[in-house]
């Protein structure tokens, strides 16, 4: 099944389950007719994107866009992080050019802030897949929740990790935190969710 009929039925379950989500009504909100007139980003668009940040999106991630460019305010990505319940929303290329401006913007250990991580925090947080930085110009933000928590795409994996795996910012605390190897993984996870 291609991403674009699972995120299909992935929008269908979310209409039919939003209180048990315990998210909003999008169909009385409106955040799905907003989705539904979401056209896809060009092949011109990705492109640019990438020349613009020296980056190759996988296939997966250009395949999405092609079909979306963003969801406005409807949370198409349900997902557990770390035990926790967080539905994001798909930011559009020009959302995540956007956010490059002031968010991963600079490249930044966590090793940098001792007023925020112990030595024991930065052990507790420590995962081979990801390097240990706050902050990275080779993370990019594609999804987000409560405008504080990102799923991010990793171009700089650590030395178990594998280019363009899912990482999460979760902010207060702060922490970033490995989700899956890829934008397919992570939907085929979120269909095994709401198919169970």
Not at 1 to 23: G, Q, R, S, T, V
Not at 55 to 61: C, G
Not at 179 to 184: A, D, K, N
Request: some cysteine; proline content about 4%.
């Amino acid at each position: 099944m291609k991403i674009d009929d699972k995120l299909k039925k992935i929008a269908d379950y979310i209409c039919e389950n939003f209180e048990d989500l315990d998210m909003d009504d999008p169909v009385e909100e409106g955040y799905i007719d907003d989705y539904v007139e979401i056209c896809g980003a060009t092949d011109e668009e990705i492109k640019n994107f990438e020349e613009k940040f020296g980056i190759s999106l996988p296939e997966d991630v250009k395949e999405l866009y092609r079909y979306k460019n963003g969801s406005k305010f409807f949370s198409i990505l349900p997902c557990v992080i770390d035990k926790r319940d967080m539905a994001f929303n798909l930011m559009s290329l020009q959302a995540m050019e956007k956010s490059k401006g002031y968010f991963q913007n600079k490249d930044a250990l966590l090793t940098d802030f001792p007023d925020y991580f112990t030595k024991e925090d930065i052990e507790k947080m420590k995962d081979e897949r990801i390097k240990p930085y706050l902050f990275n110009k080779k993370w990019f933000p594609f999804a987000e929740y409560c405008d504080s928590c990102y799923l991010m795409l990793d171009f700089d994996p650590g030395v178990e990790g594998k280019e363009g795996q899912i990482i999460c910012y979760i902010h207060d605390p702060d922490e970033v935190v490995y989700v899956t190897g890829s934008l397919t993984e992570l939907v085929e996870n979120i269909m095994e969710e709401i198919e169970s």
